[in-house]
């Protein structure tokens, strides 16, 4: 998902510099001159619903588009059922629908709002009722495992899109022609949008309100949802960060938790390879070969674990968590958490803190 931190000279790790990749945190798009809609109001929206489908996840556009924020509304919101009109949610109630498919060839914006976590196949007749909205021009919101669906039905077919950070590994899999970004909370392909998973999809479906309506009225909606009409930062903030299984070369797991206990320490390929009494060369090659990336890789991203996990759990100023994470000060440590995580140390405290 992030590109890794080359060794320059003999140090490795937190104190040098390297260029990062550019996270995409929400889609270009989202910048642009806002509103923009060319659809009469009120716009017709359809919402489908199947049988399992989680409350939360069906509740999203409802309050978004379904509460009346302002009259008269400029939504006209309903909801088709593709598995009959009394579908089961996840966790044991009936949901009855009084629309049925027709309701799908009225709408302006047709909302998925997720898919079954086994990822089954869209019916023939759903794919083609979405291929046919989107010949029209219909605005077509693939939310959280909702971008399973316009990926089979081809309509993300050399575009950018994000889905749960969970799934994503395997949406890039089963559609390889789609150009997965993990870390957005929200892609914006003009009438095509995706969104990440649960909670993202109240920040997409505030997106196109402003998108479509301005900024006003998604400001007022979000502030009834007591939540900031545009998060910052993106899905790559709430990933959690994988434990590595300890490798089977004991002295090699030896070094590493050495390491760990030692973060605040200069650590270098030549004091690594002096430790094992290998060459550097050695070194690199088994690190590559035991953790899947570099030394420098390897030790920076644990820095970083460290220091997040610092941020939650202690109130250390950002210059101590920076030292003791093994950075050179704080505004060294900054660009990479930012690159890692998408948001700012600072924003990072605030937000998962209570």
């Known amino acids: 998902m992030w590109t890794g931190h080359p060794v320059q000279g003999s140090s490795v790790g937190g104190t040098h ?3 990062q990749p550019n996270i995409r945190q929400n889609s270009a798009n989202s910048r642009q001159s806002l509103p923009v809609n060319p659809r009469p109001l009120p716009l017709n929206i359809c919402v489908l619903a199947f049988d399992g489908i989680s409350p939360f996840h069906l509740s999203v556009p409802s309050v978004v588009f379904g509460d009346v924020h302002q009259t008269p509304s400029p939504f006209d919101l309903h909801f088709c059922a593709i598995d009959g009109p009394v579908i089961r949610s996840t966790v044991g109630f ?5 629309d049925d498919w027709q309701a799908l060839e009225r709408a302006d914006v047709i909302i998925i709002p997720s898919w079954p976590d086994h990822l089954p196949p869209a019916p ?3 794919i083609e009722a979405l291929q046919a909205a989107h010949l029209r ?3 077509l919101m693939g939310l959280c495992l909702g971008a399973f669906v316009l990926a089979q039905a081809q309509l993300l077919d050399g575009r950018e899109a994000t889905t749960h ?16 970004n993990a870390s957005a909370l929200y892609v914006d392909e003009g009438n095509i949008i995706t969104s990440a998973g649960t909670a993202a999809a109240i920040d997409c479906c505030l997106h196109f309100v402003r998108k479509t309506l301005g900024a006003e009225l998604s400001n007022l909606i979000s502030r009834r949802l007591v939540m900031a009409p545009h998060r910052r930062g993106g899905q ?3 990933i959690e960060s994988p434990i590595g299984a300890r490798p089977r070369d004991h002295a090699f797991a030896n070094l590493l938790d050495a390491m760990r206990q030692a973060l605040d320490q200069k650590h270098t390929v030549q004091t690594m390879a002096t430790r094992m009494n290998m060459t550097e060369r050695s070194v690199s090659r088994l690190f590559a070969k035991q953790t899947g990336s570099s030394p420098a890789q390897w030790l920076l991203n644990e820095r970083l674990n460290h220091a997040q996990r610092l941020l939650e759990t202690t109130s250390c100023s950002m210059e101590n968590i920076a030292l003791a994470a093994g950075f050179a000060s704080a505004s060294a440590m900054r660009p990479h958490f930012r690159s890692r995580f998408g948001l700012s140390p600072t924003e990072w405290r605030k937000n998962f803190t209570y």
Request: net charge positive; aromatic share 10%; no cysteine.
């Open 17 to 19: 510099s390297s260029k």
């Open 94 to 98: 009936t949901i009855q629908t009084s």
């Open 124 to 126: 023939t007749r759903l």
């Open 137 to 139: 021009q219909a605005t």
């Open 165 to 180: 950070w969970t799934a994503a590994q395997e949406l890039s899999a089963q559609y390889p022609q789609v150009r997965v």
């Open 236 to 238: 790559a903030q709430f």
